[in-house]
């Protein structure tokens, strides 16, 4: 006898048809349709698959699917095309956030939250000044791209852990998430379409090499090459100083053409030199392949410093590529609909804290 009903979109194929065989006496056959009905549509309907009634009743009492509330949804017009944000609630009633990017000519990336809120604290981030409500589980996440693109309508190519929370904190969830959303039974995304973000969780990385997935992209949140700049921005640097965010990447190799991505938030007055610039390219050479993404900052609702001026941007990116590296500026996308890297949490949700915790 089991209680609660299993959320279907956290399963893969194969698990559906394991739990199916284990939770119904009859009509486990169908599993297979009724994963393709969930995962091609972001609809469970086992009745439009001409089922006994005894069965859909076993198989709406043993799974259900669970979608997200679209709370409400914001755009922003810009070059490269729209950039758009959901705010969607939970069962329980927590909002948590995805965010659709125009990356130009008419690609679209879908950035989704891994949590609701986040406990890194990264000072220029509003998610981080909200704190860890909770995580989300791998059925909401993946949740998060049925409702993008079924409810909502989006159409994206490729997905980035990106949005609220840090994923290697949730990693138990993560790693469930990257295989539903790779199933070829299902959303089938390739791994080279996906990108994991993280601030630097090492135990987290080593767990992604571990994983397999030889095609999967990695990016870090960087953001300061010294450690006294990077543990004052970034919390988690206490406890994983750079040294060793640099050891793990150096053994993070999952194919020969691997390029690490490094995000560079650039904060005016605060991580924006010639010298920083050095540094980051001292942490990065002996990584191997990277491509530096400068993001310029957003200022949010309690800003810790200004936006960068053109000037400035192009100035620190031409010290970036002096050094050898290779660099790409990151259009900051749907500022005014605090869509941007940085600003998804609002003050509503912050009040909604519940747990603050550090690693
Ligand atoms: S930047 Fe990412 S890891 Fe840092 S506080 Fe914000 S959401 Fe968390």
Same mark, same amino acid.
Do not use: C, D, E, F
């Given at each position: 006898m089991h209680d609660a009903p299993l959320d279907l979109c956290g399963l893969t194929a194969a698990q559906l048809a394991d739990a199916a065989r284990e939770r =119904?006496?009859? $009509?486990?056959?169908v599993a297979r349709k009724i994963y393709k009905q969930v995962m091609h549509s972001g609809s469970f309907e086992p009745e439009a698959l001409g089922l006994r009634q005894t069965s859909v009743e076993a198989w709406r009492a043993a799974f259900r699917l669970q979608l997200p509330r679209v709370v409400r949804t914001l755009s922003e017009a810009a070059e490269t095309g729209m950039t758009a944000k959901a705010v969607l609630a939970t069962h329980d009633g927590l909002e948590y956030e995805c965010v659709l990017l125009p990356m130009g000519r008419g690609r679209q990336t879908l950035c989704v939250s891994s949590q609701v809120g986040c406990k890194m604290g990264c000072q220029f981030c509003e998610t981080g000044r909200m704190g860890l409500l909770r995580s989300l589980s791998a059925a909401e996440i993946v949740a998060e791209l049925l409702v993008a693109r079924y409810v909502l309508g989006w159409e994206f190519r490729n997905v980035v852990f990106m949005g609220m929370g840090e994923a290697l904190d949730n990693a138990d969830a993560l790693v469930q998430v990257l295989h539903v959303i790779t199933d070829p039974v299902g959303l089938g995304m390739s791994q080279e379409r996906i990108t994991v973000c993280t601030v630097g969780r090492i135990d987290g990385i080593e767990r992604l090499r571990t =994983? $397999?997935?030889?095609?999967l992209n990695l990016s870090i949140s960087l953001n300061a090459a010294n450690d006294t700049l990077r543990s004052e921005l970034m919390p988690v640097n206490r406890k994983l100083p750079l040294a060793q965010l640099q050891a793990a990447l150096m053994r993070y190799r999952p194919r020969a053409n691997f390029v690490l991505g490094v995000n560079y938030c650039l904060l005016p007055g605060k991580n924006d030199t010639q010298q920083h610039a050095r540094e980051v390219a001292e942490f990065c050479r002996p990584i191997g392949r990277v491509m530096v993404n400068v993001i310029p900052y957003n200022p949010g609702s309690l800003p810790i410093t200004r936006a960068a001026t053109e000037d400035e941007i192009e100035t620190f990116i031409g010290w970036l590529r002096d050094e050898g590296l290779p660099v790409r500026r990151r259009i900051t996308k749907g500022q005014s609909v605090m869509a941007a890297c940085g600003q998804l949490g609002n003050v509503e949700l912050r009040r909604k804290r519940s747990l603050t915790q550090s690693i």
């Open positions: =119904l006496p009859v $009509g486990h056959g =994983l $397999g997935m030889k095609r």
